[in-house]
């Protein structure tokens, strides 16, 4: 361990294949893990599992939502779009309880694209299903497994604000938004079609969601280490 604070990071199930093995995998690219070690934690992989949440939590400096598949729409009331996904009941069941923990406890919570939509959903919000049908044009999410980079206009006075400034450039990859905001729940970024990039929950210690990938910038640690310095203070 580093001895820095200790960050969960929740992490896909799924099917993979590594040596002579093909098997169900806890797996999570690796740019999440080094963005959260590089901020100065030590990252701790969640699987999804069933259980409580609440003796894992106890024990977490923070919470990061890391990107993922579509929440199952029935959790905000409505039947799926012919481009949603397929449900993953499991993860969404332990993503909903590990967050609902971590903002009892005030633990910093960070949210990465699928992890700022189930922190709107989780507070009563929900989703466009298909942002090309609101849009456009498939800016977002231009090809499979290609990011796209967007500009940002940022809300002044934000907590996001004062990380990153007025204006930022991300990688972009979904074809999701937020629709109805959640309970409580602050916009905070916005792309040039308005889109919603951004929230973030004012009386909260840390709980900010970014519908970008800031993973994938090693050249700017500015999230992560704000992350990370709210996460600290949690640290006996």
């Known amino acids: ?28 690219p690796q740019n999440y893990v080094d963005a959260v070690a590089r901020a100065g934690a030590t990252p701790v992989l969640l699987p999804p599992q069933s259980g409580a949440t609440g003796r ?8 990061l939502l890391s990107g993922g598949p579509d929440i199952d729409p029935a959790r905000y009331g409505e039947e799926p779009h012919p481009s949603t ?6 993860r969404d069941s332990w993503e909903f309880g590990l967050l609902d923990g971590a ?27 298909h942002l090309p049908d609101r849009v456009g044009d498939r800016d977002h999410q231009l090809a499979p497994a290609t990011f796209s980079t967007q ?17 930022a450039k991300v990688a972009c990859y979904h074809h999701q938004a937020v629709d109805r905001l959640g309970g409580g729940l602050l916009p905070a970024a ?27 910038d090693p050249s700017d640690p500015r999230l992560f280490e704000a992350f990370v310095t709210a996460a600290t203070a949690t640290t006996p």
């Open 190 to 216: 916005w792309s040039s079609d308005e889109t919603v990039e951004a929230v973030e929950l004012p009386d909260h210690r840390f709980a900010l969601g970014v519908q970008w990938h800031p993973e994938t």
């Open 151 to 167: 500009a940002v206009m940022i809300r002044p006075a934000t907590r996001l604000a004062g990380i990153l400034g007025r204006t």
């Open 56 to 63: 894992l939590l106890d024990r977490l400096d923070g919470l």
């Open 1 to 28: 361990m580093t001895g820095g604070p200790l960050v969960g990071i929740t992490s896909y199930l799924d099917r993979a294949a590594w040596g002579v093995w093909e098997q169900s995998a806890a797996l999570l």
């Open 85 to 90: 996904g397929d449900p993953h009941p499991l």
């Open 103 to 129: 903002l009892e406890r005030d633990l910093p919570v960070l949210g990465i694209c699928r992890g700022m939509q189930l922190l709107n959903v989780a507070l009563g919000g929900s989703l466009v299903q």
